[in-house]
């Protein structure tokens, strides 16, 4: 195809500037209209996504369609990471003609692992997505028409299967690609390159073949994503009770967080934030609570609070409620009794149907920020831990750049008594839809 690519610079600058974005949940209030959540995680092991470019519409409309030219909006993503020409595309076609919404599901390219979520309101049934497979020439994945949830509370999950838009060769060779840095190197440089044009349709891109000079790494089996539609028509109640399991620890009150997928308040094999740090070593409710209301209901994506006015003794238990159209939770609550140790819950499906509850049994985590020392002078000075306690200043020696890990148990090295010792998990927490 003859046209004008982007030059060097405009791929990353067109994923980051602002764009025609998603429809606010508030639109749901008109007549026959219902709100949804969509949750797009990136499952391959290598490859970066592009903003996903969707749109909601009826059951006569299609963004693109298998052994079909690409139309050119679909084409700029597939060649070139053109997330706003596709998004002026769709909402010519579908919102600005009555038919539908569309915009695009994020501000940046989402990483191999990561999910990012969005919500739109429509009365429309049908939903597609194109995202371009960054590191090559004219991949993406994609989602043709398929259905929206009926009822309010259900979820419909789909896999994103990777096309070829039939518009460049598959040469696999850097300096053919978008000019982006996650490909190993510095890229093409974005002009036009009539060479390696190609006048074809739209056929499913099973993998790369090795042909070129991109690495291995960038290969994928299967599925490129994964997505997942909830229709959240109404805000949830929910109620939670936290219980502590163990016979000597207490822990500090919960901090909570209700969210979507595309947010992760801790996670095991990567280092803790400034707020879980905080938290697990010296107690520091405040500070994670503050990020949690920046990162996730500030945003718009859920809700987020502490679930105690003290901490919980042993045997104890401390129970709250929060309301949102958010669907996953995650808990961070200090071991007081150590020098880094939390439990916790990370990112966890709410239960979905009215009366319906769940219980997760919480495991104890190591932050990984403070050697494990388990001596009295070098942990918070609370009156729980048969001493004195510390004096809570930083103590540099024994400060420790690890990540996040499962902490089994104490291991009697310091002057922690033996009654402070748990197995198993340390605290059950159970989640009550209430409607």
């Not at 298998?66 to 596709?86: H, K, M, N, W, Y």
């Not at 679930?307 to 808990?331: C, Q, V």
Request: hydrophobic share 40%; glycine share 12%.
């Amino acid at each position: 195809m003859n046209h004008t690519k982007a030059l060097a610079s405009v791929l990353t600058a067109l994923l980051l500037a602002p764009l025609l974005f998603l429809a606010s949940a508030s639109d749901a209030s008109a007549s026959g209209e219902a709100t949804y959540l969509v949750e797009i995680r990136n499952t391959t092991s290598g490859q970066y996504l592009t903003p996903p470019n969707w749109a909601a519409h009826s059951e006569a409309a299609d963004v693109f369609q298998i052994d079909e030219p690409a139309s050119p909006g679909v084409e700029a993503v597939a060649e070139r990471g053109g997330v706003d020409v596709l998004a002026a595309e769709l909402a010519a076609a579908v919102d600005a003609a009555g038919l539908g919404v569309s915009g695009v599901g994020a501000e940046a390219p989402i990483r191999p692992g990561a999910t990012a979520s969005f919500e739109f309101a429509t009365a429309q049934t049908r939903f597609s997505l194109v995202s371009m497979i960054i590191c090559t020439n004219d991949g993406f994945g994609g989602l043709d028409s398929v259905r929206l949830p009926n009822q309010d509370g259900k979820s419909r999950t789909y896999n994103v299967r990777s096309y070829d838009a039939g518009t460049e060769l598959n040469t696999e060779n850097r300096a053919d690609i978008v000019p982006a840095p996650f490909c190993n190197g510095p890229g093409g440089t974005g002009a036009d390159q009539p060479a390696i044009d190609e006048s074809g349709v739209i056929t499913r891109h099973r993998t790369l073949e090795g042909v070129g000079d991109l690495p291995a790494s960038f290969d994928w089996s299967g599925p490129v994503a994964e997505v997942t539609i909830t229709r959240v028509d109404a805000p949830t109640n929910y109620s939670v009770t936290f219980e502590n399991l163990t016979e000597g620890q207490y822990f500090t009150p919960p901090n909570w967080a209700a969210h979507t997928g595309a947010v992760d308040v801790f996670e095991a094999g990567e280092s803790a934030t400034a707020g879980v740090e905080a938290v697990a070593e010296r107690g520091g409710v405040g500070e994670l609570a503050a990020e949690l209301a920046g990162a996730v209901d500030a945003a718009g994506l859920g809700v987020s609070g502490v679930g105690a006015a003290a901490p919980i003794g042993p045997g104890g238990s401390a129970s709250f409620d929060f309301t949102t159209a958010a669907n996953r939770l995650s808990i961070v609550s200090m071991i007081i009794c150590t020098n880094d140790g939390f439990a916790g819950l990370d990112s966890r499906t709410l239960p979905k149907g009215e009366g319906e509850s769940k219980t997760f049994y919480l495991r104890a985590y190591d932050a990984g920020t403070e050697l494990n020392t388990e001596n009295r002078a070098d942990i918070v000075p609370a009156p729980f831990c048969n001493g004195p306690g510390g004096t809570g200043a930083d103590q540099p020696a024994i400060d420790e750049s690890g990540v996040i890990t499962r902490h089994d148990s104490l291991q009697g090295i310091g002057d922690l008594p033996a009654s402070f010792d748990w197995s198993g998990p340390v605290v059950a927490v159970t989640v009550t839809n209430n409607g």
